[in-house]
């Protein structure tokens, strides 16, 4: 399974659960060096705006086109978001040990 590089002790421990929960505003614990570990918190807020931009656009279209196929499209989108967040945001320490 995918490890990500702890940004406090450069070991690969955090696991991909871990990264994605993270990608949802939560923080982890290193399993090697315990320290508090988060998504960059400013990369993360930008991409929020893709969430609900993306939430409010597609569900807006639903509502006023009358098409369900638009949340099709949300859902679509939203897994290349989750992607990005997994693969390009950034890990940064809150507390370390
Ligand atoms: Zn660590």
């Keep these: 399974m995918t490890k990500f590089t702890c940004p406090a002790c450069e070991n690969e421990s955090i696991p991909l659960k871990h990264k994605y929960a993270m990608g949802y ?4 614990r290193c399993g090697e060096c315990d320290s508090l570990i988060a998504n960059h918190a400013i990369i993360l807020g930008v991409l929020s705006f893709a969430y609900l931009w ?13 098409s369900l196929h638009y949340l099709g499209y949300m859902a679509v989108i939203w897994i290349i978001l989750d992607i990005i967040n997994v693969k390009y945001v950034p890990l940064m320490v809150i507390r370390g040990r």
């Design 54 to 66: 993306n939430l409010l656009f597609f569900v807006g279209l639903a509502q006023f086109g009358e």
């Design 25 to 28: 505003w939560m923080t982890r």
